[in-house]
């Protein structure tokens, strides 16, 4: 498959390793792509601008900071009609004593936020959840263990996610709807840990029952 990453790094560099080493071919993408011919040539993957990885890609991977996420959805737009979008962004900022903090309000969900961004699309969310540290150490493409959730509207696009989340090392749990794509966003009780598919279900079914 054709992947496009807008952002080339922590998360695009460790998924465009992951996938390129499943026979994917990937491209990275940065506002400065000549800064990263280096480190997508480690990963085996292509580079361009956003606006040339979103127009590869048959899917795109959307993996920028909260911050610059307008910038990336202003470049890929023209280029995303029709296609598949897995937005691993998490709406965070950074604070002035160096922790993060959720840039949404409490009852906004950041797929709704993103699918208003980016209408011509479809949206996913997908990769929130877990450090790329939890990732490069628990990825294993024989026997995989951790799970990654993700939530998506289109039962096409449900098949094509778990595919990838599979290639990448890691055990697909479906949360369902972008509706019910709560939990993908920080803070959550499934946020950062590394679980099994049991435990994570175990994890999100308990939430449903607290939250009514
Ligand atoms: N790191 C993690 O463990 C982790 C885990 C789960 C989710 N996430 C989420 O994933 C997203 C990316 O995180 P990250 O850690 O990979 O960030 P990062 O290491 O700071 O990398 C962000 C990348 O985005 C590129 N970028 C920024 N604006 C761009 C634009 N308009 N067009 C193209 N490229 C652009 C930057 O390159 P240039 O400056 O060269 O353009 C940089 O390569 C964030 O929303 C984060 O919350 C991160």
Redesign the pocket.
């Known amino acids: 498959m054709k992947i496009g990453i807008?952002?080339?790094?922590?998360?695009?560099q460790l998924y465009a390793r992951l996938w390129s080493a499943r026979g994917h071919d990937v491209m990275l993408?940065?506002?400065?792509p000549d800064?990263?011919i280096d480190a997508a040539a480690a990963v085996g993957a292509k580079t361009g601008t956003?606006a040339t990885a979103a127009a590869f890609g048959d899917v795109v991977v959307l993996?920028?900071?909260?911050w610059?996420v307008d910038?990336?959805i202003d470049?890929i737009t023209p280029h995303v009609e029709g296609k598949l979008i897995i937005d691993?962004?998490?709406p965070?900022q950074y604070n002035a004593n160096g922790g993060v903090e959720r840039v949404i309000a409490e009852d906004e969900l950041a797929a709704a936020i993103m699918t208003a961004k980016l209408p011509a699309a479809r949206i996913a969310k997908a990769?929130?959840?877990?450090?790329?540290g939890h990732v490069e150490k628990h990825s294993d493409v024989d026997a995989p263990t951790t799970a990654m959730p993700y939530a998506v509207d289109d039962d096409v696009d449900r098949q094509t996610i778990a595919g990838l989340i599979g290639d990448a090392g890691l055990v697909p749990v479906d949360l369902g709807t972008l509706a019910q794509s709560r939990l993908l966003d920080p803070p959550s009780p499934i946020w950062n840990v590394v679980l099994s598919a049991d435990e994570l279900r175990a994890r999100a079914s308990k939430s449903a029952r607290r939250n009514g």
């Open positions: 807008i952002g080339a790094g922590g998360i695009g993408s940065s506002r400065n800064k990263i956003a993996a920028v900071n909260y610059t910038q990336a470049a691993t962004t998490n965070l990769f929130t959840t877990l450090w790329t």
